[in-house]
């Protein structure tokens, strides 16, 4: 990395580590987001926050959600989850810290559908406020 005429130039390799510092007021014209396929261990499944914000998986068993890692109380954290059902629909337990928009969790128990959820908590995972965001998703062919 090299700043030059006020204007900071990487290479793309290069990986910057702001640890907790302000980025205050930029301008972003491309940006995309961690990705991460996860998979279910003995029925859990975690989503860690410091591996990203989207996640993917397609259940195999009845699996329990743990949500890892969110940012301090006081900042905003979000994820999203892409969940694919098996062809004979699992359970899912999700952490008792979600509040549901509708005061319940969605049913998401459609055969092999394919469903979007979003996450988000402002107090360090205290309370995480739960969304179907899309339901019954077409799966691309």
């Keep these: 990395m090299k700043v030059t005429d006020g204007n900071i130039v990487m290479d793309s390799a ?4 702001m640890q907790g510092a302000i980025l205050s007021r ?18 859990d499944a975690t989503l860690d926050l410091e591996d990203g914000s989207v996640f ?3 259940l ?6 743990i949500f890892s ?13 892409i969940l694919t059902q098996d062809a004979a629909a699992k359970t899912i337990i999700w952490p008792i810290s979600v509040n549901w928009d509708s005061g319940a969790a969605p049913d998401l ?9 979003t996450f988000l908590t402002v107090d360090a995972g205290a309370t995480w406020y739960g969304f179907l ?9």
Excluded: R
Aim: hydrophobic share 35%; charged share 15%; aromatic share 6%.
């Design 14 to 17: 290069e990986e910057v580590k």
């Design 26 to 43: 930029p301008i972003i014209k491309d940006y995309s987001e961690s990705y991460s396929g996860v998979s279910s261990s003995g029925g």
């Design 56 to 58: 993917s998986i397609t």
């Design 60 to 65: 195999s068993e009845a699996t329990t959600f």
């Design 69 to 81: 890692n969110p940012p301090d109380a006081g900042q905003a954290g979000a994820l999203n989850l």
């Design 109 to 117: 128990s459609v055969n092999s559908a394919v469903y979007i959820l």
């Design 133 to 141: 965001s899309g339901s019954e998703m077409a799966v691309p062919v």
